[in-house]
């Protein structure tokens, strides 16, 4: 099936090169075009065998690109991707892959984006990224990952997003993100994980979104987001906890979102949302919040413009107290009950 696609393929890589030739040796020859940055879109052509795309792909060690999503892979053979050290992009979504070989991505060394996620993926060699030092954006959202083996992310310096929505997670190792200081973006949402170990994400300084909604939560350890100095969107939707522990979100002074909708919450600490100064926009909708709010719960959210009330069945004096409360903050708050 390989052979089948090669000739569209190379033509594909021309075009998206902008460039006029007769074939992409002559490309290569040209010591003009010495940086050209080359596609090679082998997507949505029903392949479920690479074997022999080594033979292909080391033709054009000038390739960037390499798509090989939408089709019917359900393993990758080994050496598959040398001698393409330039490549920056490799798209592997929407297959059949059910493993890697430990050394897959080996030989990738400036590899910045993996596409993985829509596999079938169950497990991961603990070196799997090994030497992707480069690596930026990784997606292994949508598989049936249960486990994740420790270190399995270690050695990925430039990660800056990473995406694990929607698989059978269980547990986490507690050091499974260390190292990852570069981390901005961070998608846990949508697996099995009721319980998270308090140092899990410790380090992780610069990380701005982190998504922990429909995971099961049913507890929060109390410093569990300590050092998330520049955390700004906080997930935690459509969960199942029913207390938040005293400073639990304390050091979060950027944070900008806070979604607690769709638990179970009864209750809530007098202070829980004491030093979150920037935050805009509060979820508390569909708790379970019918006690009073202890006696300035809001009043030092100073940025606060939405707040989310709504299916709690508070009573009318109870809404009128937290309008008062709001009237205190400079700035008007829409209050939504």
């Known amino acids: 099936m390989l052979k089948k696609v090669m000739a569209s393929a190379v033509v594909a890589g021309l075009l998206l090169g902008n460039l006029q030739a007769k074939s992409i040796g002559e490309l290569i020859k040209n010591p003009r075009i010495k940086n050209l940055s080359l596609t090679l879109d082998l997507s949505e052509q029903d392949i479920d065998s690479l074997d022999g795309i080594e033979r292909l792909v080391r033709k054009y060690p000038l390739l960037r690109t390499l798509n090989l999503s939408r089709n019917k892979l359900a393993s990758l053979p080994d050496g598959a991707f040398s001698g393409i050290a330039n490549l920056r992009k490799l798209d592997l979504q929407y297959n059949k892959l059910t493993t890697l070989s430990a050394g897959i991505f080996s030989g990738l060394p400036n590899l910045t984006t993996l596409f993985l996620h829509h596999n079938k993926l169950q497990t991961l060699p603990a070196d799997i990224f090994s030497g992707l030092t480069k690596l930026?954006?990784?997606?292994l959202s949508y598989n049936k990952l249960q486990t994740l083996p420790a270190g399995v992310f270690s050695g990925l310096t430039s990660l800056k997003w990473l995406e694990l929505t929607a698989n059978p997670l269980k547990t986490l190792p507690a050091d499974i993100f260390s190292g990852l200081t570069k981390l901005e973006v961070l998608r846990l949402n949508g697996n099995k994980l009721t319980?998270?170990?308090?140092?899990?994400?410790?380090?992780?300084?610069?990380?701005?979104?982190?998504?922990?909604?429909?995971?099961?939560?049913?507890?929060?350890?109390?410093g569990i987001f300590s050092g998330l100095i520049k955390l700004l969107v906080l997930n935690l939707d459509r969960n199942d906890l029913q207390i938040l522990p005293d400073g639990v979100f304390s050091g979060l002074t950027q944070l900008a979102q806070l979604n607690l909708e769709s638990n179970q919450l009864r209750d809530l600490p007098a202070e829980v949302f004491s030093g979150l100064r920037n935050l805009e926009v509060l979820w508390l909708n569909d708790n379970q919040l019918l006690q009073t709010f202890p006696v300035g719960t809001f009043a030092g959210l100073t940025s606060l413009h939405d707040l989310y009330l709504y299916d709690n069945g508070l009573n009318q004096q109870e809404v009128d107290r937290v309008r008062a409360e709001l009237r205190g903050i400079k700035r008007r708050v829409n209050l939504v009950v």
């Open 136 to 139: 930026n954006w990784l997606y």
């Open 195 to 222: 319980t998270l170990p308090e140092e899990v994400f410790s380090g992780l300084t610069n990380l701005k979104n982190l998504f922990l909604d429909r995971i099961g939560l049913n507890k929060l350890p109390a």
